[in-house]
């Protein structure tokens, strides 16, 4: 990066340079940040809750509704992309004071959610006889269905929520979701314990308790949400505003342009880690009931990295709509280091204490468990390493997107992913025969190469968008 100008500090019009930026931009990033990663922690809190749970009924049954999640997380994460562009689009609308803009996008963002919602619960009720084509325990297949054929339908709620979470972002008053997230963790644990074994005069649901509990949290998290920006005079009048109920196609279209690449981007992810959940599969019930488990973890962590990206990418979007590309680039820098540090310090409690982490998941006195809680101690002094990556690759998704560059980390993501990460995890676990183990190291390979590719893109944006705009000349090889 370029450093010939003074860095302005995002969304306050100061000039500093030095620790006095760092210190005062931190403050400005984790303010937006801190609430979408504990909004980001609710809905991360359903599934370790389901989980937790799970894990006291049986390796099957943790086996199966981990494959069940998977596949659910999979494609809410794609739908998730396709309306993560509204808080940009809305961020955009409320810089121009566009009332009318924004509520369209709002109208938009709600259609595109319900159209991905409806289509994927249908694939999620449908996709049984491709799971045992690809290798899959059939008993674990029939159970996972069982749990798919109530959890499906959780999608449509579950996305307009995130339609609703990108809304409030874009107009930086996420403090709805705050209320939201201690109301959901608690219904969770209480549904979840009445309905696998049956109080207050419910029927004992056992495994499929689990789904319906998640469904129900989904649902009532969804009219919380409603509820609470009702009462909120800003938010209010675009949630009730006309322009919110009918169609726009400008807007929808937009909503699709901005978001099909992110979500191309979500999908290839969360692809990947599918696709290595199927392979682990094919290697027996335990190690699929160990990915699960060790999965959850990661993805509780990955929450945090989850959020600072967001913020990261509001406050690039800012300085680069004043054409401040140094602060631009300080910021992006400022976001990852904050990931790095976070997922340092958690990796510091996986290294010292492996076994109580796991226990957390898996009941030790349940038959066979033993061996599981092992291998997922193992596998979480790999992720030790792995989770600093994928929060570097993460971040750098959405600096990159706050920069202006969405179709960038798809192609990206195809290489890091796809072309280096999916085949060192075959070739280790596979071909080398070493296990889940392997996997999971060719999984951490496959982040890291994604995470330096992402990163280096970024500085080179962001320094070329600097050049451009300051008047200094563009190296001919980053003029294209």
């Given at each position: ?28 990033l ?34 199966a ?37 924004i ?43 069982e ?16 339609n609703?979470?990108?809304?409030t972002?874009?107009?930086k ?84 342009r ?11 992810e ?42 990261a ?31 340092l ?19 030790a ?58 085949p ?8 080398a ?19 330096a ?28």
């Amino acid at each position: 990066m370029s450093t010939d100008m003074n860095a302005t500090t995002a969304g306050t019009g100061s000039t500093e340079t030095g620790a006095g930026w760092w210190l005062k931009n931190s403050r400005v990033l984790l303010k937006l940040a801190f609430p979408l990663i504990l909004t980001n922690f609710a809905y991360v809190a359903l599934t370790t809750v389901d989980i937790i749970m799970l894990g006291r009924l049986g390796a099957v049954e943790i086996a199966a509704a981990g494959l069940a999640i998977a596949l659910f997380n999979q494609l809410r994460t794609t739908g998730t992309g396709l309306v993560t562009g509204v808080s940009n689009l809305v961020a955009e609308a409320r810089a121009r004071h566009d009332k009318e803009r924004i509520g369209a996008l709002l109208f938009a963002g709600f259609f595109w959610a319900t159209l991905c919602g409806v289509a994927f619960c249908a694939a999620l009720l449908l996709i049984g006889p491709l799971l045992v084509l690809l290798g899959q325990d059939p008993a674990v297949v029939d159970k996972a269905e069982e749990f798919l054929m109530v959890l499906a339908p959780g999608m449509l709620p579950c996305l307009w929520f995130q339609n609703l979470r990108h809304f409030t972002t874009g107009l930086k008053r996420p403090g709805p979701l705050l209320a939201i997230t201690l109301a959901s963790v608690g219904a969770t644990i209480a549904l979840n314990y009445m309905l696998i074994h049956g109080t207050f005069g419910l029927p004992a649901f056992g495994f499929v308790g689990v789904a319906i509990a998640t469904v129900t949290v989904f649902l009532l998290s969804f009219v919380a949400f409603v509820a609470l920006i009702m009462r909120d005079s800003v938010l209010r009048p675009y949630l009730t505003s006309p322009d919110a109920r009918r169609w726009n196609g400008d807007a929808v279209r937009s909503v699709w342009r901005l978001g099909l690449p992110i979500s191309g981007t979500y999908a290839s992810e969360a692809g990947f880690f599918s696709v290595l959940t199927l392979i682990i599969g094919s290697l027996g019930v335990e190690a699929l009931a160990a990915q699960t488990v060790l999965n959850q973890i990661v993805y509780i962590v990955f929450m945090i990295s989850a959020g600072l990206s967001h913020a990261a990418s509001i406050h690039i979007s800012e300085a680069g709509g004043g054409n401040d590309y140094v602060t631009a680039g300080r910021m992006g820098l400022l976001g990852t280091a904050w990931g790095v540090i976070a997922t340092l310090v958690i990796a510091v409690v996986y290294l010292a204490i492996p076994n109580p982490i796991v226990s957390l998941f898996l009941s030790a006195e349940h038959a066979g468990n033993a061996d599981i809680i092992a291998l997922t101690a193992t596998g979480l002094l790999i992720a030790a390493l792995m989770q600093v990556f994928d929060a570097i690759q993460n971040i750098g998704n959405g600096i990159l997107r706050g920069i202006g560059d969405t179709a960038g980390p798809f192609r990206i993501s195809l290489v890091g992913y796809w072309l280096i990460g999916l085949p060192a995890g075959y070739l280790l676990g596979v071909a080398a025969d070493w296990g889940v183990e392997g996997v999971w190291i060719g999984q951490t390979v496959g982040l890291a190469a994604t995470a330096a590719i992402l990163l280096a893109a970024f500085l080179r944006r962001a320094d070329r968008l600097h050049r451009a705009t300051s008047g200094s000349p563009v190296p001919q090889s980053e003029s294209s």
